[in-house]
């Protein structure tokens, strides 16, 4: 159980990995999100489910380095085991049959997650187009795995080094703009983009949802640390999420209380690499 069965660098910090996690597979659903611990003095890591392979139960998280926790796990090999995963947690993505375009929107370690939901809005039978974005070509990821489940999928970068130059807010308002009959937008990535892309389609009333990824620390209601604030009423990301209404979220609120703890974390993070550095952290 939880053993690591397959480990791969996407691009610089961020690395796939595929667990063995069987049961949890089994009853999982796209949209939702699991907490692991690398080791018994390790912290509850939040990760989304980025692919679920029932066959094998084998369930697939990316994971970007970001600080001590994520450092610590993206130091991990094939046939480690993660201390514990805990899930599947949180809401499943609400999916049918919504009588046109479904656009599926991700950015950065936000691409992952909308795989499954791609998945699932195709075998509902939706049109899915698929809107990716990076700040260049090195840092895309997901291509070929969206590409093969998308009806149309539309690469953004920022710096124009390929696909579309500009942000992926810029591909959903030309889809809007030619035309496209968008019933459904499904947005996870930096909060940022998707405050933007909540912007995009609010003047058009498209049902746009977007998967919010507040500080957690249990993931079942009960700290309070993933409070959010949805048309003005307080919710708990953990079990009322992570989906809400795009149109609804004071995503400035979240995006202060996401660097709540900057100092802290920084300091964490740059005494961990130096332990690696010197042999005394793991780095195995
Ligand atoms: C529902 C959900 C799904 C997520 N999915 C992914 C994913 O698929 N891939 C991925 O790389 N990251 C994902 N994250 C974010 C990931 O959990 C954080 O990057 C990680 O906890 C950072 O820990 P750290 O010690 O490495 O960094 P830190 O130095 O502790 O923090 C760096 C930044 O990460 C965020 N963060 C820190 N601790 C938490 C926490 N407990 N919960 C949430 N955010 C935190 C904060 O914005 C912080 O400023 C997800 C978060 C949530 C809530
Ligand atoms: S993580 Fe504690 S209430 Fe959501």
Partial sequence: MNEIVFKKDLC??????????????????????????????????PMSIGGLDRENGL?????MEVGK????IVRMEEGERFLDVVGPLGVPTHIEDFG????VVGGGVGIPPILPIAEELKAQGNK???????????????????GSVCDDLIITTD????????FVTNALQKLID????????????PVIMMKNVAKTTEPHSINTWVSLNPIMVDGTGMCGGCRVSIDGKSKFA???GPDFDAHKVDFDELMKRQTMYVPQEKKAYEQYLHKCKIGLGRSS
């Fill in 178 to 189: 030619d035309g496209e009959n968008i019933k459904f937008v499904m947005s996870v990535g």
């Fill in 69 to 72: 926790s994520s450092a610590e």
């Fill in 159 to 166: 710096d124009g080094s390929k696909g579309m130059k500009g």
């Fill in 12 to 45: 610089p910090k961020i690395t796939l990995f595929r667990i063995k996690t069987p049961e949890l597979v089994s009853r999982a659903k796209a949209g939702q999100f699991i907490i692991l611990r690398a080791y018994e003095d390790s912290e509850r890591i």
């Fill in 238 to 240: 953990c079990v009322d």
């Fill in 59 to 63: 369930l697939t998280i990316v994971v």
């Fill in 128 to 146: 899915v187009i698929g809107i990716i974005g990076a700040r260049n070509e090195d840092l895309l990821i997901y291509e070929e795995e969206l």
């Fill in 100 to 103: 046109g375009t479904c656009v």
